[in-house]
């Protein structure tokens, strides 16, 4: 499935990464699921920027997780571009930057 994410730091977060990437508001899917993604994605960009990534639910260890295959395609988008996505494809204008 193609959504809009966004990368943010993980302050207080168990995680090795200073920087994480969550689905935006309004796409049917918990802010709270973490999107496992290119590394590159989140280091060349600074944090708050917004993507349109494929990605597929699964569970790792129990915990469910939205994966997008480190080599998979993304396409960074205004916050305009995620508003209109989401409004498109799930009826709702709830992206936030």
């Avoid at 969550?22 to 060349?44: D, F, H, I, W, Y």
């Amino acid at each position: 499935m193609e959504i809009i994410v966004e990368t943010f730091w993980a302050r207080g977060e168990a995680s090795s990464s200073g920087i994480r990437v969550r689905a935006l508001p309004g796409q049917g899917l918990s802010t709270t699921l973490r999107v496992e993604c290119s590394r590159s994605m989140r280091k060349e960009h600074p944090v708050g920027t917004l993507f349109r990534l494929d990605v597929k639910l699964i569970h790792r260890e129990g915990t469910p997780l939205l994966y997008a295959h480190h080599a998979a395609p993304f396409e960074k988008v205004s916050s305009e571009e995620a508003q209109r996505f989401i409004a498109t494809l799930y009826g709702r204008n709830k992206a936030t930057s």
